[in-house]
């Protein structure tokens, strides 16, 4: 296990020594790191799939719904893709010590914006093993440390992954101490980590309302939530309605239990009679659970569709579970989105690329789609590699958080003598 044995305290204050190092690390180190990360997931895959058996067997997990034991559940092929995504955050370019701005000033001072890191960076998360890989990937390019604190039934998996982190860190010749893994805990433990002013620059907790609240209570430094995804499709008057049925299956079906996965299906009027049928038999058929408004039960063409409540509508399920509504109109859609959804992603389909412009602007989103699934927000699908969680804040970072999200400023400032009268 890597789990640190020190105080939460001691371990951010290790941290914050690491990060001062790493803030100045070469990007050789840096990738070297990354390049061993990679490699030792390929040599001890069997070792972690033996600690994630372990984690899946435990009683702590036996309650886990369905979706939550698919995001604890590692194989091969998820340990090769972790491997991947640090290989492509290995070749991404670092983005320590790019040059924002120069300028000189009225009184010759030559003046420099360059890109530098957080320094130390929390990460709160619940269930999936990969994100112990994909943030503590993230941090090093960056030039950050990282505190990572999962949940208690993935205790094995991520000491696992966390043990081959820290081997590599090592290996380039970086303090090991740039990753650091703590145990579960509860909520004064939780508090604690909430509230290390001075040694952790930024929180980021990765779950649901339950965590954010917890934090929201809390919290004396700075955090980015990566929060809920209520996210919607769409289905305009104007929609290619295969094209349409394509989108709204994937968006729900291919991994529902993921925060860019839809979980309202919203349809115009004007095309519900001829679409619904259709899309509904498909859900259906693939096991999804539906409930909808009057009118889409109305028109659901034989497929079952419960009534569905006020509390529907504000709903992440995580699970095969769909919400279905129809509306009389782009206004109304646009409504609807900004009332229920969490400003995730939102999806139109339609054929009008002035009705998709006007819904791009008018919705309170990290990421609008025009005619593609939602399923496409992750930082590793924009070309991040991999991503640190998703904001659906407006400050400091929106949308997946990737290498440049991890970063802040300083002004570098040269003279020649100087002084301000």
Request: aromatic content about 4%; proline content about 3%.
């Amino acid at each position: 296990m890597a789990t640190t044995a020190r105080s939460i305290g001691e371990s951010c204050a290790a941290a914050k020594r690491a990060s001062r190092e790493m803030a100045s690390a070469p990007t050789t180190a840096k990738d070297a790191a990354l390049e061993a990360i990679a490699r030792l997931l390929g040599e001890r895959s069997a070792e972690i799939l033996e600690a994630n058996a372990a984690d899946l067997a435990d009683e702590r997990a036996v309650g886990l719904t369905e979706a939550l034991r698919d995001r604890l559940t590692l194989s091969e092929e998820r340990i090769a893709a972790m491997a991947d995504g640090v290989r492509v955050v290995a070749a991404l370019e670092d983005p320590i010590g790019e040059e924002l701005d120069r300028r000189t000033l009225e009184s010759g001072l030559d003046l420099r914006k360059l890109r530098v890191p957080l320094g130390v960076v929390a990460v709160v998360y619940e269930a999936r093993p990969n994100v112990t890989i994909d943030c503590a990937a993230l941090t090093i390019k960056s030039g950050n440390a990282i505190v990572l604190r999962g949940s208690s039934y993935a205790e094995r998996s991520n000491g696992a992954l966390a043990a081959v982190v820290r081997e590599a860190l090592a290996e380039a010749g970086l303090p090991e101490d740039a990753a650091l893994l703590v145990a579960g805990g509860g909520r004064e433990e939780l508090a604690e980590l909430a509230t290390q002013e001075g040694t952790v620059d930024l929180l980021i907790p990765r779950g649901g309302e339950g965590l954010k609240n917890a934090l929201k209570d809390v919290a004396t430094v700075p955090v980015i939530y990566a929060a809920a995804g209520n996210c919607h499709v769409y289905v305009h008057a104007e929609a290619d309605l295969e094209m349409a049925r394509r989108i709204a299956y994937n968006a729900k079906v291919q991994r529902p239990g993921v925060c860019n996965a839809a979980e309202t299906l919203l349809v115009d009027a004007s095309v519900a009679a001829d679409f619904l049928p259709g899309v509904l038999a498909d859900l259906h058929g693939a096991g999804v659970e539906l409930v909808g408004d009057e009118r889409a039960r109305d028109l659901a063409g034989g497929v079952e569709v419960g009534p569905a409540t006020d509390e529907d509508w504000g709903t992440e399920y995580l699970d095969l579970k769909m919400v279905v509504g129809v509306v009389d109109s782009l206004a109304e859609a646009v409504e609807h989105v900004n009332e229920h959804g969490t400003s995730h992603s939102e999806a139109i389909v339609t054929s009008s690329a002035e009705t998709a412009e006007r819904f791009a602007a008018a919705v309170d989103a990290a990421v609008v789609y025009t005619n593609a699934s939602t399923r496409f927000t992750d930082g590793f699908e924009f070309g991040m590699g991999a991503e640190i969680g998703n904001s659906t804040q407006k400050l400091h970072a929106r949308g997946p958080i990737g290498l440049r999200e991890l970063t802040t400023y300083k002004y570098v400032v040269h003279g020649d003598g100087q002084v301000r009268e």
